[in-house]
């Protein structure tokens, strides 16, 4: 069964930057899209950035506006069964859990990673 183990997270001032990492196993992951969430307190879990299995990247209008490009990045590391997330220029809107699933071959959600942004 595919598993996602999220870490990574931490407390971070505004302004400041985390490198989140999920590792999978239990799939073929370089076959597979991958996907990061992020779900805020009191808030419905939304999806941040998709990284598809050639590599082409998308991110959520909230986070591609244009005051925002560049601030989040994804990447996969296909020989590590990888999947990161740059986080630049964090705000506090950015505080959630982070997790991560695949679109394409979903599985039971992890415990996620704790991204906590102090102004």
């Known amino acids: 069964q595919v598993q996602f183990v999220e870490s990574g997270g931490g407390l971070v001032q505004a302004g400041g930057s985390l490198r989140l990492s999920c590792v999978v196993s239990?799939?073929?992951?370089?076959?597979?899209?991958m996907t990061w969430y992020r779900q805020a307190p009191g808030k419905q879990r939304e999806w941040v950035a998709r990284i598809t299995s050639s590599g082409l990247t998308i991110y959520a209008d909230s986070i591609h506006a244009d005051s925002a490009k560049g601030r989040f990045i994804i990447s996969r590391d296909n020989t590590k069964n990888t999947v990161y997330l740059q986080m630049n220029r964090l705000v506090p809107e950015d505080t959630a859990v982070y997790h991560c699933n695949s679109p394409t071959r979903p599985g039971p959600w992890g415990q996620g990673t704790q991204v906590t942004v102090s102004s």
């Open positions: 239990g799939s073929t992951f370089s076959t597979d899209d």
